[in-house]
């Protein structure tokens, strides 16, 4: 049952995405050339509610669905790895057109050529997975 309502809030999700134009390519490419606030608007959005549902869990002690509490594990701070990651990440997302919530939700939505970034961001994440043990971290 579980899974049930997993898959029913991916297509709920999913439809907020394509309806809000979070999926568009053309609202992606306005973004980076600074031209709307609408991708800035969902994205601060999602930034804001992210932040307080993180401290509701921490101050509550919220417990997953298997009654475990949920822990959340520090980050490394360090510069170099977020700056390099988010500068790759952010030429792919600008080049596709597409970062990895809105490939779902292209592929739903008919967009098959979408099929080949979804290949290739598997991919990629596979590869990184390879040589993850010899990168800087």
């Not at 568009?24 to 804001?48: C, K, P």
Request: with cysteine; aromatic share 18%; charged share 15%.
């Amino acid at each position: 049952m579980k899974q049930i309502l997993f898959i029913l809030i991916g297509f709920f999700f999913g439809i907020i995405m394509f309806k809000s134009e979070a999926a568009s390519w053309f609202r992606i490419y306005e973004m980076f050339r600074f031209e709307a606030f609408h991708m800035y608007g969902i994205i601060g959005t999602a930034l804001v509610f992210g932040i307080l549902f993180v401290q509701i869990i921490k101050r509550y002690k919220i417990k997953s669905f298997d009654g475990n509490e949920i822990e959340i594990a520090p980050k490394d701070k360090s510069f170099s790895r977020y700056m390099y990651g988010g500068i790759i990440f952010g030429l792919g997302w600008a080049l596709v057109g597409a970062c990895p919530g809105p490939i779902f939700v292209l592929i739903g939505a008919g967009y098959l050529s979408i099929i080949i970034v979804f290949l290739s961001a598997a991919l990629g994440t596979f590869l990184y997975g390879l040589v993850k043990d010899k990168l800087p971290h």
